[in-house]
């Protein structure tokens, strides 16, 4: 019986944990900024846990409504916040992400604060 019991704990300890360590890792993401001055600046991110780097720690504050893009039928501020572009690619938390982010308007210049924590950790 105190097998049993053993065995039936190992198993239950087994199945705790994580979806980003079953999925294999929480990002494995490229992460690209042009600002328009220079050379685009790109980050290649591959993360465990959000604790493996402040960039790890920037992408698992990313939710998959910030990659969202904006809807056709939204109205926006013709507000231009600049030339400002940046791409995200790869897979977070296991799903596969290919986000457009610019500046163009105000719903785009949300979308990129909603970012830009991520965006900042590309030096």
Known sequence: MRCLLIAGTVLLLAGC???EAASG???ALTVRVDDGAGAPRELQLECAQPTDSSACGAAAGVSAADLAPTPEDTMCTQIYGGPEKATIKGTLRGETIDA???R???CEIDRWER???LLDEVR
């Open 100 to 102: 457009a982010f610019n």
């Open 115 to 117: 970012v830009q924590p």
């Open 17 to 19: 944990g994580s979806d």
């Open 25 to 27: 890792g929480l990002a």
């Open 104 to 106: 163009t308007n105000g």
